[in-house]
């Protein structure tokens, strides 16, 4: 067994309230138990939504409740930059080699366009209702794009294989199967804005930092069946997966921006104490 090396992996868009208390509390105590490395990764590609001052924020929360992290922006470490929009020229690379091996495509369709086609093809949407299917008579023929040498500003996307299960165990929910092409379809790798879209990002740095677990929210489940099908386009090994479960509020609803109370400082500025939040964390908790 490689050594274990998790990551913690916060954007930037807010401040970190409870549910990510729980996910990176979890993934500290798993990677500390062990005896592993713990790199800290700021996610801040989306740059119409990330803040530095939630950037800061977040490190000041997380230390103040009780994490550290032996590779990060504040540490340095062998793998820097651990800020993801410093990181373009490898996610760059990354999309050259999937594009020089056919599996991903410029689409220059807007949504509007992707939205018609979908209700003109009656697409129902079997899998996640979050997810909206990339309508497949969208997709250009093959090889289109393949003699581009830079992404440009167009959306590219990842064919995925119609009709393929996607099998993963995870640490906590078990066995996991998804169906390209039925839970999820064609997905963004690259932004008309210039920047890797989150899957490519996540698959190129996770790869490169050698993480070999990653932990995160449940709600991330889908995602990894796409980062998996990235993992074997690029011929890399994926690591072990382990993903936590939701903090909700008392109507069910999974914690956002607009629970601002359950902010991680606000708590704190309530004199609570980090003590007092990881009592509070473990799974069946539910708020209110
Ligand atoms: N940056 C993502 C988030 O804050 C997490 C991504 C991941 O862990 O893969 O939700």
Not at 170 to 198: E, K, L, N, S
Request: glycine share 10%.
């Amino acid at each position: 067994m490689p050594d274990y090396r998790g990551r913690i992996a916060p954007t930037p868009t807010g401040y970190l309230h409870l549910g990510h208390a729980r996910t990176f509390g979890c993934a500290f105590e798993r990677c500390r138990l062990a005896g592993g490395t713990l790199i800290y990764r700021l996610e801040d590609l989306d740059q119409a939504r990330c803040r530095p001052e939630y950037a800061m924020a977040a490190m000041e929360d997380l230390r103040w409740f009780g994490l550290d992290w032996q590779e990060g922006p504040d540490v340095g470490g062998p793998h820097a930059p651990y800020i993801q929009s410093q990181r373009g020229d490898w996610h760059r690379a990354i999309w050259r080699r999937l594009k020089d091996r056919g599996w991903i495509y410029p689409s220059h369709h807007s949504r509007k366009e992707v939205a018609a086609a979908r209700q003109a093809a009656n697409a129902p949407n079997e899998g996640d209702p979050a997810e909206e299917l990339f309508p497949t008579d969208l997709r250009p023929t093959p090889g289109t794009g393949q003699n581009r040498t830079e992404p440009g500003e167009v959306n590219w996307r990842f064919r995925v294989p119609d009709g393929e299960t996607i099998r993963f165990e995870d640490g906590r929910c078990g066995t996991r199967a998804y169906t390209a092409g039925r839970d999820f379809g064609d997905f963004i790798v690259w932004r008309r804005d210039g920047f890797a879209a989150y899957d490519l990002a996540v698959v190129a740095d996770d790869h490169a930092m050698h993480i070999t677990e990653v932990v995160r929210g449940e709600d991330l489940l889908l995602a990894t069946a796409r980062q998996l099908l990235l993992y074997r386009a690029l011929d890399w090994e994926p690591p072990a997966w382990y993903h936590t479960a939701l903090v909700r509020d008392h109507e069910g609803r999974r914690l956002a921006k607009r629970h601002a109370d359950l902010s991680i400082r606000a708590l704190a500025s309530l004199n609570w104490k980090a003590s007092d939040l990881w009592h509070h964390l473990p799974e069946g908790f539910s708020l209110g």
